[in-house]
């Protein structure tokens, strides 16, 4: 079974957050990014991932009456593609909309508000409710906290199992072998098959969560924080086997982490997020090398550096994230940029290709 893969989780979708048509621009106003009409993408076949102008804005309803009053855009317009069998970072800080993003492009979140997801080229929105179960086994998520995600009354083999058995995925003689393979290839004994979660370190947790999406077969993991509530010691272990699976079972991971450094060890791409859009966006080596954009050198400059008499200027960012309910006019980092002018006020800046692969979002790339 070496090149069978895992199993996915059956997530509900949320009741359907109104998606609200986005305005269009008066013709007098300058057009922004975040309203100019969507210029729809053709599937290019190297990517497994196209993501086109996608928006997720949360309705907040107030008064007596539960009127929507206002809406968190909490993803507000983000574009990137993903190379099959690679995998891309997303940072930013919290709240930016990292986990938005990963659950809307699984359609974990009820409806989307504007944009496109494309998987293998399929819109992942335009799929009725019984096309979209083989799918769910093809996108997979592993979660940040191992230990909520996992049903504390189940034993571990049936954890793993359950979703198999749903999908139909192996016959029932081969399904004890198929879930013993998908266990050892994760790091678990057979024997843990009849413990329960709260009888696991949290390290081993996390491989449990891991082996129950692998053993859907998936090709698209979003992994949010796999590590961050991991003791630093079995961090590494949890990347490798990530890593080692993604090997050899051509896996694509969209890799959420405000962990910069653990970033740059496992991501092909990064892609830096602020207040629900990516505003830097390329190859890690170009990213760590040459961070353009002011948030992201800010970012990277409170990464330790090993070497003592290397001395970094630590860029110091004022004031907290604004509320995506109400995000600052023009550039949305204006309120926390050095480099700030009037126009930044005012007009959102659009994004360019500064190298080959390499995009930002920031008028100080405008020539
Ligand atoms: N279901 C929801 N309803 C309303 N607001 C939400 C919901 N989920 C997330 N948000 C808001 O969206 C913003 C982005 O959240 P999230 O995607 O969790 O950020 P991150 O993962 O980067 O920390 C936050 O302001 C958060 O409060
Ligand atoms: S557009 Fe202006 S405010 Fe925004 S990051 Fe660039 S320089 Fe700073
Ligand atoms: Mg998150």
Redesign the pocket.
Known sequence: MEDEKIIAPVESA?PN?AAQPVEAAEPEKVITPAEEPLVPVQYDPQYILMVNGLKKH?PIKGGMFSKTVGY?K??DGVTFNLKRGTTMGLV??????????GRVILRL?GEKTAGQVLFNGQEVYDLSPKEMRPLRTKMQIIFQDPFSSLSPRLPVGEIIGEAVREHNLVSKEDFNDYIDQVMDNCGLQPFHKDRYPHEFSGGQRQRICIARALALNPEFVVC?EPVSALDVSIQAQIINLLADLQDKYKLTYLF?SHDLSVVEHISDTVGV?YL?NLVEYGSTEDIFRNPLHPYTKALFSAIPVPDPTVKMKRIVLEGSIP??ANPPSGCKFHTRCEHCTQRCKEEVPQQREIEPGHYVVCHLYDQ
């Open positions: 949320e957050e949360f968190v909490a993803v930013g800080e919290s709240g930016c909309g990292k986990t938005t993003t979140s949010d959420i997020m629900g509320s995506p």
